[in-house]
């Protein structure tokens, strides 16, 4: 399924990531996944949120820069070589993956991944 993504641009200072989970607590938001890249100036804060433009409205009216993306929920079994079968697909149907975070539970993996064609990728990993 498609959903959106918002990335939150930070600086890599102490305190920042607790400024958004305060921008978000108080927004009563929840945070459902998220992923952090950093470098040593910046971070890149990508999450799945409960109210999307609520969270990107909070977060911009506090002066952070925000992004929304599509990106894709992939579910699979939890068993070696499932990750590995999903990207051949992709990569064999000349979809670009730019970024993927995930988790599993219960025996069920949970991908979000960032492609250049969701629709495609979507058609093709049902």
């Known amino acids: 399924m498609v959903i959106k993504q918002l990335s939150v641009f930070l600086q890599n200072e102490l305190g920042r990531l607790g400024e958004v989970t305060d921008i978000l607590h108080k927004n009563d938001i929840n945070i459902t996944a998220l992923s952090i890249a950093e470098t040593a ?12 433009d609520k969270a990107a409205a909070a977060l911009k009216e506090e002066d952070f820069s925000v992004k929304i993306a599509d ?11 499932e990750l590995h079968k999903n990207l051949q ?9 730019a970024y993927m975070y995930g988790y599993s539970n219960g025996g069920t993996a949970r991908l979000i991944m960032k492609v250049s064609d969701p629709a495609k990728a979507i058609q093709l990993l049902k």
Not at 41 to 52: F, N, T
């Open 41 to 52: 100036e910046y971070g890149i804060l990508r999450m799945i949120v409960s109210d999307i």
């Open 71 to 81: 990106v894709i929920c992939v579910e699979c079994p939890d068993i070696p070589g």
């Open 89 to 97: 697909v992709l990569s064999e149907a000349g979809i670009n993956l």
